[in-house]
C-alpha cells in the first residue's frame, strides 16, 4: 500500500495550494480518507475527511469555508484545495485511508499513511 502525497510548498499568506495523494495497493473505493496535519511542537490533528464515495465530507473548524476536499475514485486521488492560506496553517500534510463507510476524523482509525507534504505560510 502506498499513499503518496504532493503539491506542499512555500506560498504568501492568502495564496492558494492544492495537495494530492494518489493511492496504490488499495480498493480505493472502499476506503474514506482523510488530510491530517502535524505542526512542530503540536499534535496531529485532521484537517478534512471524505467518504468512499465522495459525498459526504467533515471539516476541521479552523479550515472550513477556504478548504476543500474531494477525491476522484477513477484516479485513486484525493485532494485537498487550500484558499486563503494562513500563516497557522503551515504544518507536514499527510493523507490517509480508512476502512470504512463513515467520515472518521480520529487519526486511530486510519490503517494506511501516505509521508508528508510541508506546507509554509509566509506573513
Known amino acids: 500500500v502506498q499513499l503518496q502525497a504532493s503539491g506542499g510548498g512555500l506560498v504568501q499568506a492568502g495564496a492558494s495550494l492544492r495537495l494530492s495523494c494518489a493511492a496504490s495497493?488499495?480498493?480505493?473505493?472502499?476506503?474514506?480518507m482523510g488530510w491530517f496535519r502535524q505542526a512542530p511542537g503540536k499534535e496531529r490533528e485532521v484537517v478534512a475527511a471524505?467518504?468512499?464515495?465522495?459525498?459526504?465530507?467533515s471539516y476541521a473548524d479552523s479550515v472550513k469555508g477556504r478548504f476543500t476536499i474531494s477525491r476522484d475514485n477513477a484516479k485513486k486521488t484525493i485532494y485537498l484545495q487550500m484558499n486563503s492560506l494562513k500563516a497557522e496553517d503551515t504544518a507536514d500534510y499527510y493523507c490517509?485511508?480508512?476502512?470504512?463507510?463513515?467520515?472518521?476524523?480520529?487519526?486511530?482509525?486510519?490503517?494506511?499513511w501516505g509521508q508528508g507534504t510541508e506546507v509554509t505560510v509566509s506573513s
Open positions: 490517509a485511508a480508512s476502512l470504512t463507510s463513515a467520515v472518521p476524523t480520529s487519526a486511530r482509525v486510519y490503517g494506511y
Open positions: 495497493g488499495i480498493t480505493f473505493s472502499y476506503y474514506a
Open positions: 471524505i467518504s468512499q464515495s465522495g459525498s459526504s465530507t
